[in-house]
């Protein structure tokens, strides 16, 4: 282009006719702009089209296609409904704006192959997704056991575990109450998100029959700041497994000034302890009887009422986990209380960690040294619920 206009530029200064030959080239020139300009204006009013008719499918489609979460193999669903897949793009398809100019024969034929294409295009979509579910390894139940002499920790050693069916045979609440789920995001989320909603709705909704219970909810802990980034999808898959969105004001403790000297606050990544004490807020949702928090990898498979009724009796539930740490923060179950959370606040008051001793020198016992995740919700869970002999928690 540049060579092309230097060469105008010289040829400008030269002979009439050298001009003249100038000028009809320039309205040559204005008129390939002015075809341009005509095309453009047609492809934007047929392209939209497309991009409605798409975007249709994919808000029809999105809730199912979510059902097969990610291909970890971690998970699986035996099939894919496909009725309401195809449906659902028809309905959508069916509300395609119509073309501004009616009588623009050639137009409205290029808007059909556009809206064929993408027809074809979303049932080449649903293919994939169905194939993909064919191909996802089949989730195995894990066989009940039924005796576990020493495989549980009371924040001093190694101790037999609680027997949960026993304890929710004598919670006081036998039937009936409120009881939820939690789950938390931090960060904007991805796509796709919460890839195991479907199966704990079905759960829930499970653990409310076999409880007699009014209400077992999903909700999901959000900061302001993620909420707003949530897209229209996201949306979608919550009120199609009727979650609810609860906003948060902190995910670490406000009075919490001790963090890891490789990280600094504001940043996403680099240290678990934001995405694992937002889980705190969970304490304080009293308005029911008994709640549970799972990691978002976690995929229900059976009742959850036991739990539910033993923590409603006024136990806080967790697991240990596989790296030999006491305490995995991917699941407890609390009867929840203003004044717990209150207490996890406070515990946040001029403490620190150290690699050595652990939260606020109280130390890491049943193991002898720090463990994973010791430095996040890990270690602040396990320090605040098992050393409540220690002066520090129990100032709390």
């Given at each position: 282009m540049v060579h092309s206009n230097g060469?105008?530029?010289?040829?400008?200064?030269?002979?009439?006719?050298?001009?003249?030959?100038?000028?009809?080239?320039?309205?040559?020139?204005?008129?390939?702009q002015l075809l341009c300009v005509i095309f453009l204006v047609l492809a934007a009013l047929?392209?939209?089209?497309?991009?409605?008719?798409?975007?249709?499918?994919?808000?029809?489609?999105?809730?199912?296609?979510?059902?097969?979460g990610d291909m970890e193999a971690r998970g699986s669903f035996v099939s894919l409904p496909s009725a309401d897949v195809a449906r659902g793009s028809t309905n959508n398809a069916s509300k395609a704006p119509k073309p501004m100019f009616e009588g623009n024969t050639s137009r409205m034929d290029a808007a059909q192959h556009l809206i064929e294409k993408a027809c074809a295009g979303a049932l080449g979509a649903r293919a994939?997704?169905?194939?993909?579910?064919?191909?996802?390894?089949?989730?195995?139940?894990?066989?009940?056991?039924?005796?576990?002499?020493?495989?549980?920790?009371?924040?001093?050693?190694?101790?037999?575990?609680?027997?949960v069916d026993a304890?929710?045979?004598?919670?006081?609440?036998?039937?009936?109450?409120?009881?939820?789920?939690?789950?938390?995001?931090?960060?904007?989320?991805?796509?796709?998100?919460l890839t195991f909603l479907g199966d704990m709705r079905t759960q829930a909704d499970a653990t409310m029959a076999s409880m007699n219970a009014?209400?077992?909810?999903?909700?999901v802990l959000m900061l302001p700041v993620d909420i707003q980034r949530l897209d229209s999808y996201h949306r979608r898959h919550l009120e199609a497994h009727r979650a609810k969105l609860r906003e948060v004001h902190w995910s670490l403790p406000p009075t919490l000034?001790?963090?890891?000297?490789?990280?600094?606050?504001?940043?996403?990544?680099?240290?678990?302890?934001?995405?694992?004490?937002?889980?705190?807020?969970?304490?304080?949702?009293?308005?029911?009887?008994?709640?549970?928090?799972?990691?978002?990898?976690?995929?229900?498979q059976g009742d959850l009422g036991p739990a539910l009724r033993c923590a409603s009796a006024g136990y806080f539930l967790?697991?240990?986990?596989?790296?030999?740490?006491?305490?995995?923060?991917?699941?407890?179950?609390?009867?929840?209380?203003?004044?717990?959370?209150?207490?996890?606040?406070?515990?946040?008051?001029?403490?620190?960690?150290?690699?050595?001793?652990?939260?606020?020198?109280?130390?890491?016992?049943?193991?002898?040294?720090?463990?994973?995740?010791?430095?996040c919700g890990q270690g602040y869970f396990h320090t605040l619920f098992y050393k409540q002999y220690h002066k520090r928690v129990q100032q709390a």
């Amino acid at each position: 282009m540049v060579h092309s206009n230097g060469e105008v530029n010289a040829k400008s200064t030269g002979k009439a006719s050298c001009c003249c030959r100038m000028k009809a080239s320039a309205w040559r020139r204005r008129g390939m702009q002015l075809l341009c300009v005509i095309f453009l204006v047609l492809a934007a009013l047929a392209f939209p089209l497309e991009g409605y008719l798409i975007g249709s499918f994919r808000q029809a489609a999105t809730p199912q296609i979510l059902e097969l979460g990610d291909m970890e193999a971690r998970g699986s669903f035996v099939s894919l409904p496909s009725a309401d897949v195809a449906r659902g793009s028809t309905n959508n398809a069916s509300k395609a704006p119509k073309p501004m100019f009616e009588g623009n024969t050639s137009r409205m034929d290029a808007a059909q192959h556009l809206i064929e294409k993408a027809c074809a295009g979303a049932l080449g979509a649903r293919a994939e997704v169905d194939a993909a579910a064919e191909k996802r390894p089949h989730c195995k139940t894990v066989k009940k056991q039924t005796t576990c002499p020493a495989c549980c920790y009371d924040g001093r050693g190694v101790v037999p575990c609680l027997d949960v069916d026993a304890c929710a045979r004598k919670a006081p609440q036998s039937h009936g109450g409120r009881f939820a789920l939690f789950l938390a995001q931090l960060g904007p989320p991805r796509w796709p998100w919460l890839t195991f909603l479907g199966d704990m709705r079905t759960q829930a909704d499970a653990t409310m029959a076999s409880m007699n219970a009014s209400s077992v909810d999903i909700i999901v802990l959000m900061l302001p700041v993620d909420i707003q980034r949530l897209d229209s999808y996201h949306r979608r898959h919550l009120e199609a497994h009727r979650a609810k969105l609860r906003e948060v004001h902190w995910s670490l403790p406000p009075t919490l000034e001790w963090y890891p000297s490789y990280w600094r606050p504001g940043q996403t990544s680099g240290w678990c302890g934001p995405q694992d004490l937002i889980r705190l807020h969970v304490l304080g949702f009293e308005d029911y009887h008994a709640v549970a928090f799972f990691d978002q990898d976690v995929q229900l498979q059976g009742d959850l009422g036991p739990a539910l009724r033993c923590a409603s009796a006024g136990y806080f539930l967790s697991t240990s986990g596989g790296a030999g740490e006491p305490l995995n923060v991917g699941f407890f179950a609390v009867r929840p209380n203003r004044r717990l959370l209150l207490a996890a606040e406070r515990f946040a008051d001029n403490m620190t960690f150290s690699i050595k001793t652990g939260w606020g020198g109280i130390g890491f016992e049943p193991s002898t040294n720090k463990f994973v995740g010791a430095e996040c919700g890990q270690g602040y869970f396990h320090t605040l619920f098992y050393k409540q002999y220690h002066k520090r928690v129990q100032q709390a």
